[in-house]
Structure formats: C-alpha cells, structure tokens
C-alpha cells in the first residue's frame, strides 16, 4: 500500500480560506492553481486531502 501514489491537483485557489486548509495545501506540495503532484497514499496524506477535498481534484496515479 505505501507505494500507491496519489495524483493531487489543485483547482481552486486558497486565497480567503482558513490558514490550517492553506497549510495542508501547501503540505501537499501544491503551490498554484493547476499545479499537480504526486503523493504517496499514507493515512496522514490522506487526512490532509480530505480536509481540502473542495480544492483538490484527486485521481489514481
């Protein structure tokens, strides 16, 4: 399972949104809107995910 990646991609921007979802989009690793990456599927990215779920468009990499 921890070699399952996650394809990440920001689609709205965190600009007016609370400071703790701007940190979990930014421990991501995602800096812009469109910006991909990829992350490794770990309970802790996971929570980060669905906690700025509304932002993000989520995909199997």
């Given at each position: 399972?921890?070699?399952?990646?996650?394809?990440?991609?920001?689609?709205?921007?965190?600009?007016?949104?609370?400071?703790?979802?701007?940190?979990?989009?930014?421990?991501?690793?995602?800096?812009?809107?469109?910006?991909?990456?990829?992350?490794?599927?770990?309970?802790?990215?996971?929570?980060?995910?669905?906690?700025v779920q509304y932002l993000l468009k989520v995909e199997e990499a």
């Open positions: 399972m921890a070699d399952n990646k996650l394809k990440v991609t920001l689609v709205k921007s965190t600009i007016g949104r609370l400071k703790n979802h701007q940190a979990c989009v930014r421990g991501l690793g995602l800096r812009r809107i469109n910006h991909s990456v990829e992350v490794i599927d770990t309970p802790e990215n996971r929570g980060m995910i669905n906690k």
